[in-house]
């Protein structure tokens, strides 16, 4: 397998210092993603206008990602970075004039809001796609491990640190925090691309030196529906790889109802600050699971391994909040995120490595594409889901109290505890799956 990574001390380097300005603009997102959705449904009540805040953030990035995608694998990536960072930045404060004290005029907000996310789907690709230029194929475990680490930081540190926030500065000064970190991840990627040569140089070595300029003007020449349908080829090529992208889209859509419904989840009988607390400590489990995968790498990311990580999440899950006790929302937390490092790496890693590295930005960014549409689905979803049938049905005369009231309780809130058992048993059913499926296994022969 081609691998075009810069090798040794000074690559593993370079990443750390691209990784740092990655994590801390997370935590700048993690901040707003928890002011915004927080105050949306204080101010309404509604697990609609959480849910819509995740879909103003999201689906404008799930959209733009292919074409992102082949822009990391005819442009500069580092550049890309820079771009996706200052623009997300712009797009947060765009959003400021519609902060209203502790809440937020949604419809108004919705341009910056979409902004930000068509930036983060530019910068999304190319920092994925980026590890491949800076690592060779045995450090792809140790940094898929950072990696889930940095993408935890909204969930490990952001919640707690924001419901504290909030009870001192409002949600204008929070965002405001969000569009800095922003700034300074662009900072710091423009540091580390400057001590770097051009991608065309890296990738091509010495036949693209001496070829200079020229050397790029065929992937310049290339239409860009060739590229698409290209990404799509190496996708549909490797059966494997296709029949993992499908399940992950499955599993997103769970997972993302989980994202989507744990904040009306919590605050149907606790508080703000309470709510950030648990959030944390649920998130420790990623920081855990990402400090194991880090030391021991490789040697639990095989199908069998990840199959049974994948059958413990959805266990873990069907038990959050199964009663109004945040106890019992914190165990099953802490231990489902637990799980997921080991899940998300080792689909990642199975992925990467049976894909050619100069194709890898157009795979990912279809990869995505198709994925997300479970995610997209979920977000899109989810206030009905809750407001309309589950929550009606466990209210103290809903028609499934009777039932299930012993198990659940009744009351705002309960209709969402079951559909996150229902959603933890779905899952379980998805780990049989892959256990299951030849051609995923055969993804592990080839590595």
Same mark, same amino acid.
Request: hydrophobic fraction near 50%; aromatic fraction near 8%; proline fraction near 4%.
């Given at each position: ?64 990602? %292919? ?29 400021? %004039? ?36 800076? /690592?060779?194929?045995?450090?792809? =475990? ?11 930081? %909204? ?45 065309? =140089?890296?990738?091509?070595? =010495? ?43 499955? /599993? ?139 929550? %009606? ?55």
């Amino acid at each position: 397998m081609k691998n075009t990574g810069i090798n040794g001390r000074s690559g593993f380097t370079r990443f750390l210092i691209l990784w740092s300005g990655e994590l801390f603009s997370s935590l700048g997102t993690g901040l707003t993603a928890f002011a915004l959705t927080a105050s949306a449904y204080r101010q309404s009540g509604q697990a609609a206008d959480s849910a819509l805040v995740l879909l103003l953030s999201f689906l404008p990035s799930f959209l733009i990602r %292919p074409f992102a995608g082949v822009l990391a694998d005819r442009l500069d990536r580092r550049f890309l970075m820079m771009i996706g960072n200052m623009g997300s930045a712009m797009g947060i404060l765009l959003v400021l %004039p519609f902060i209203r004290g502790d809440g937020v005029d949604l419809h108004a907000a919705a341009p910056g809001l979409i902004l930000s996310s068509l930036c983060a789907g530019i910068l999304s690709p190319a920092y994925k796609a980026s590890v491949s230029d800076f /690592l060779p194929p045995e450090l792809y =475990e140790k940094a898929g491990g950072l990696v889930q680490l940095s993408s935890a930081a %909204p969930l490990l540190l952001s919640p707690m640190t924001a419901g504290i926030l909030m009870m001192h500065i409002d949600v204008s000064a929070i965002l405001l925090l969000d569009a800095i970190s922003f700034l300074v991840s662009a900072l710091i990627i423009d540091l580390v691309r400057r001590g770097m040569a051009p991608t065309a =140089e890296r990738e091509g070595g =010495e036949e693209n030196t001496m070829q200079g300029a020229n050397s790029t003007a065929p992937a310049a020449d290339r239409d860009l529906k060739e590229d698409l349908l290209e990404g799509w080829t190496v996708i549909r090529s490797r059966r494997g790889v296709l029949i993992l992208t499908v399940l992950v889209g499955f /599993l997103l859509f769970f997972v993302s109802l989980l994202q989507a419904l744990l904040t009306p989840l919590i605050l149907s009988f606790s508080t703000i600050t309470r709510l950030g607390m648990v959030q944390t400590l649920c998130a420790c489990g990623i920081l855990v699971g990402s400090l194991i995968l880090s030391t021991l790498g490789g040697s639990l990311l095989r199908v069998r391994s990840l199959s049974l990580c994948l059958g413990a999440m959805g266990l873990f899950f069907a038990f959050i909040g199964i009663r109004e006790n945040l106890i019992l929302i914190i165990i099953p937390g802490l231990l489902f995120f637990m799980t997921l490092p080991f899940v998300n790496t080792g689909i990642e890693v199975l992925i990467r490595r049976n894909i050619e590295n100069d194709k890898q930005g157009r795979a990912w960014s279809l990869i995505s594409f198709i994925t997300c549409f479970g995610a997209i689905s979920a977000f899109g979803c989810a206030g009905f889901l809750a407001d309309r049938i589950f929550n %009606p049905l466990m209210m103290d005369r809903g028609a499934l109290v009777p039932l299930l009231g012993r198990i659940f309780g009744s009351g705002q809130g309960r209709g969402i505890a079951l559909l996150f058992f229902i959603s933890g048993t779905s899952v379980i059913f998805l780990s049989v799956l892959l256990s299951r499926s030849e051609s995923i296994r055969a993804l592990e022969e080839s590595c």
